[in-house]
């Protein structure tokens, strides 16, 4: 069984370590998470990252949960 993840956790990832992905190494989204290292040079990821940012911090826990945390 995986792991819950944890929406407050998200967000203070996306907020601290955004601009690498780290967020979406941590919700499971390893292709977003891998472009986003990539690209991490550029100004690209942090901009994505302010909408990731937003998203995160307004999604009811119950929508974070349908996408994030279903059983498999």
Known sequence: MRRRK??????ILA??????????FY???IKSG????LFSWTF???LLTIFDV?????K???KFD???NQAA
């Open 60 to 62: 009811s826990k119950e």
């Open 27 to 29: 919700l499971r989204k």
């Open 54 to 58: 937003i998203g995160l911090a307004f």
């Open 66 to 68: 349908k996408k994030y």
């Open 44 to 46: 690209i990821p942090t």
């Open 6 to 11: 944890n929406q407050p956790t998200a967000l």
């Open 34 to 37: 891998i472009l986003y290292l």
């Open 15 to 24: 907020i601290l370590l955004g601009f690498i992905g780290i967020h979406k």
